[in-house]
Nanobody, 122 residues
Framework: QVQLVESGGSTVQSGGSLRLSCVVS????????MGWYRQAPGKERELVAA???????KYEDFAKGRFTISKDNTKNTVYLEMNSLKPEDTAVYYC????????????????WGQGTQVTVSS
């Protein structure tokens, strides 16, 4: 079973930057696609960005040009670099993994990690 440990969340001012990390265990990391998600108070969890096992990238519109997803197969870690943060980016950020990119984009997961809180003040 996959284990996910997200970290790097913090409180930053509008316009600031953060780098989130997610260490993954329990799966063959290099054979899985990875995704970052977020859930703001009172809202549904949504996809932020995904990186396929072969390196292909997908970003939601709000993330394009500001966020960068990357991974290090030697460290079983996926990253989310976030720049030009806005108050509306405030949310708990989660990662997840699956061999199926379709499952990543439809959020079809049985379990989630604890997430990491990102708060952007205006």
């Amino acid at each position: 079973q996959v284990q996910l440990v997200e970290s790097g969340g913090s409180t930053v001012q509008s316009g600031g930057s953060l780098r989130l990390s997610c260490v993954v265990s329990g799966i063959i990391f290099s054979e899985n696609s990875m995704g970052w998600y977020r859930q703001a108070p009172g809202k549904e969890r949504e996809l932020v960005a995904a990186i396929a096992s072969g390196g292909g990238l997908k970003y939601e519109d709000f993330a394009k040009g500001r966020f960068t997803i990357s991974k290090d197969n030697t460290k079983n870690t996926v990253y989310l670099e976030m720049n030009s943060l806005k108050p509306e980016d405030t949310a708990v950020y989660y990662c997840n993994a699956d061999r199926s990119l379709l499952k990543l984009v439809t959020l079809d997961f049985a379990s989630w990690g604890q997430g990491t809180q990102v708060t952007v003040s205006s």
